[in-house]
């Protein structure tokens, strides 16, 4: 394909991604394939010669499709959303035509200085204070390694880079049993060791860490002559919603001396609604902050913002300056890359520009405002119905419930063969959990295009499926 051919494909593309979105509410939510039944459809082997871009194209409709979920889908309800508004899509097309690698600034400065910009935008979009600095990483699993890894060297005084781990002191990293999995394979690729991230107790309504049991873990580490570096507290953890008391966190970090990661990746874009800000009390005294804008924002994936108060700490753990990375003749310039793990990096910034600017802070705080309000009426109307109970409340969007007929005695398979049943119909996707060892269903309401009717479509097939089933 030369420019000239691409230009008139490229005008397909766009019908077609428009047709795509337009017709989402006629497709099953999630793929109905079974495993391998795709693979058995490629070619085992690429092809010697070329082949026609019609026949790639059908084989997209024909063979891909009928095996993609589709997270845009205005009825998908499971996991934590991953949208793409139309304005991020378009700008996606142009970060993809320009196809700059936007690791140093010589190497596409307005790329760097964007990138500086978008990221106070956040910043004062979410109430972080003025100091706070921001970079846009792959994922909020990135930002979180990064964090790990400074929360290391800080600890150590930097000696974990040079010298290895071997004959370090060992450390130690606090956090509850609900935060994401990414804080495990942190720690793990940190080199600290599952067996060193000490899981505090959480409880209570908002399912916070105990701040009494997280004191007497430093203190009985410190007493076994361990050093603690560091605490991972959490903000809508992922399961239902876990959210940490972070101004009292940071009281036992400032007493101890400990770096403070918070992960808000989902519940981080909410805080563009002053009235939300009350969840995350206290942020502005830690040390890294990460939140998901590729995920309830609407900028496609990916597009993570991760604020340091001290961006200093993150490069003197991460940069390396050899003389081909060294930009010459230019005095107080931002090299992104030394505040990432990879040293290749995407033109993000220009996503999140678009999106700020085509819908502005309202348009996106009234989105999730309309979201939050619809999930908790959903809320309502299940605990209101006979059958079933919330079992945790809504945290902004996400709740979760369950289904507790009289007479049945196996809750946890009953409630498993309904968010299958569901699932199968297609009409909507859910996701399952456990909360104190029980499975639960999780509802959270955050696609880009839903609206109103479709979390009552949602009720609709929730109580028409549950109908069918027989207590056991």
């Given at each position: 394909?030369?420019?000239?051919?691409?230009?008139?494909?490229?005008?397909?593309?766009?019908?077609?991604?428009?047709?795509?979105?337009?017709?989402?509410?006629?497709?099953?939510?999630?793929?109905?394939?079974?495993?391998?039944?795709?693979?058995?459809?490629?070619?085992?082997?690429?092809?010697?010669?070329?082949?026609?871009?019609?026949?790639?194209?059908?084989?997209?409709?024909?063979?891909?499709?009928?095996?993609?979920?589709?997270?845009?889908?205005?009825?998908?309800?499971?996991?934590?959303?991953?949208?793409?508004?139309?304005?991020?899509?378009?700008?996606?097309?142009?970060?993809?035509?320009?196809?700059?690698?936007?690791?140093?600034?010589?190497?596409?400065?307005?790329?760097?200085?964007?990138?500086?910009?978008?990221?106070?935008?956040?910043?004062?979009?979410?109430?972080?204070?003025?100091?706070?600095?921001?970079?846009?990483?792959?994922?909020?699993?990135?930002?979180?390694?990064?964090?790990?890894?400074?929360?290391?060297?800080?600890?150590?005084?930097?000696?974990?880079?040079?010298?290895?781990?071997?004959?370090?002191?060992?450390?130690?990293?606090?956090?509850?049993?609900?935060?994401?999995?990414?804080?495990?394979?942190?720690?793990?690729?940190?080199?600290?060791?599952?067996?060193?991230?000490?899981?505090?107790?959480?409880?209570?309504?908002?399912?916070?860490?105990?701040?009494?049991?997280?004191?007497?873990?430093?203190?009985?580490?410190?007493?076994?002559?361990?050093?603690?570096?560091?605490?991972?507290?959490?903000?809508?953890?992922?399961?239902?919603?876990?959210?940490?008391?972070?101004?009292?966190?940071?009281?036992?970090?400032?007493?101890?001396?400990?770096?403070?990661?918070?992960?808000?990746?989902?519940?981080?874009?909410?805080?563009?609604?002053?009235?939300?800000?009350?969840?995350?009390?206290?942020?502005?005294?830690?040390?890294?902050?990460?939140?998901?804008?590729?995920?309830?924002?609407?900028?496609?994936?990916?597009?993570?913002?991760?604020?340091?108060?001290?961006?200093?700490?993150?490069?003197?753990?991460?940069?390396i300056q050899p003389e081909y990375l060294k930009t010459h003749g230019a005095d107080g310039i931002i090299n992104y890359s030394e505040w990432s793990v990879p040293l290749g990096r995407r033109f993000r910034?220009?996503?999140?520009?678009?999106?700020?600017?085509?819908?502005?802070?309202?348009?996106?705080?009234?989105?999730?405002?309309?979201?939050?309000?619809?999930?908790?009426?959903?809320?309502?109307?299940?605990?209101?119905?006979?059958?079933?109970?919330?079992?945790?409340?809504?945290?902004?969007?996400?709740?979760?419930?369950?289904?507790?007929?009289?007479?049945?005695?196996?809750?946890?398979?009953?409630?498993?063969?309904?968010?299958?049943?569901?699932?199968?119909?297609?009409?909507?996707?859910?996701?399952?959990?456990?909360?104190?060892?029980?499975?639960?269903?999780?509802?959270?309401?955050?696609?880009?295009?839903?609206?109103?009717?479709?979390?009552?479509?949602?009720?609709?097939?929730?109580?028409?499926?549950?109908?069918?089933?027989?207590?056991?």
């Amino acid at each position: 394909m030369d420019w000239e051919e691409f230009r008139a494909r490229g005008r397909a593309a766009a019908d077609w991604a428009a047709d795509y979105h337009l017709t989402l509410r006629d497709r099953p939510v999630r793929a109905q394939t079974r495993p391998g039944e795709i693979l058995r459809r490629l070619p085992a082997s690429a092809p010697e010669t070329a082949e026609p871009v019609d026949d790639i194209l059908a084989d997209l409709d024909q063979v891909i499709m009928p095996g993609m979920t589709h997270w845009q889908h205005p009825r998908f309800f499971a996991y934590f959303p991953a949208n793409a508004a139309p304005v991020s899509v378009l700008a996606e097309s142009y970060v993809s035509a320009i196809a700059a690698q936007c690791m140093l600034w010589q190497t596409s400065p307005a790329a760097t200085e964007l990138e500086t910009r978008v990221c106070d935008w956040m910043r004062q979009a979410v109430g972080l204070p003025a100091g706070f600095a921001g970079v846009i990483q792959d994922s909020a699993s990135t930002a979180t390694l990064c964090a790990v890894l400074a929360m290391r060297e800080r600890a150590l005084g930097w000696a974990g880079n040079r010298e290895g781990l071997s004959g370090q002191p060992t450390l130690r990293v606090y956090a509850s049993a609900e935060v994401h999995s990414s804080i495990d394979r942190a720690i793990w690729i940190a080199g600290i060791g599952e067996a060193n991230l000490v899981r505090i107790p959480s409880g209570g309504p908002d399912r916070a860490m105990d701040l009494s049991a997280l004191s007497q873990a430093i203190e009985k580490d410190r007493a076994a002559g361990l050093m603690p570096a560091g605490i991972v507290a959490c903000v809508g953890g992922t399961s239902a919603g876990a959210t940490d008391d972070i101004d009292a966190v940071m009281d036992v970090a400032e007493a101890e001396g400990l770096y403070v990661h918070v992960d808000a990746a989902w519940a981080g874009a909410a805080m563009i609604c002053p009235e939300f800000q009350t969840l995350w009390q206290g942020v502005g005294r830690a040390d890294s902050v990460v939140l998901n804008p590729h995920k309830w924002l609407g900028a496609q994936f990916d597009c993570t913002t991760h604020f340091l108060k001290d961006p200093e700490t993150l490069v003197r753990t991460l940069a390396i300056q050899p003389e081909y990375l060294k930009t010459h003749g230019a005095d107080g310039i931002i090299n992104y890359s030394e505040w990432s793990v990879p040293l290749g990096r995407r033109f993000r910034a220009l996503k999140l520009w678009f999106l700020l600017r085509a819908h502005g802070l309202e348009g996106l705080r009234q989105m999730i405002r309309n979201h939050v309000s619809w999930s908790e009426a959903l809320a309502r109307r299940l605990n209101e119905t006979e059958g079933f109970e919330i079992v945790t409340a809504p945290m902004l969007s996400l709740f979760t419930f369950r289904y507790a007929p009289k007479g049945a005695a196996d809750l946890d398979t009953l409630n498993q063969r309904l968010v299958n049943t569901i699932n199968d119909d297609g009409r909507i996707y859910l996701t399952q959990t456990r909360i104190d060892g029980a499975l639960v269903i999780r509802f959270q309401a955050g696609a880009f295009g839903a609206t109103a009717e479709d979390v009552d479509a949602a009720y609709d097939v929730i109580i028409e499926i549950a109908a069918t089933f027989k207590p056991d």
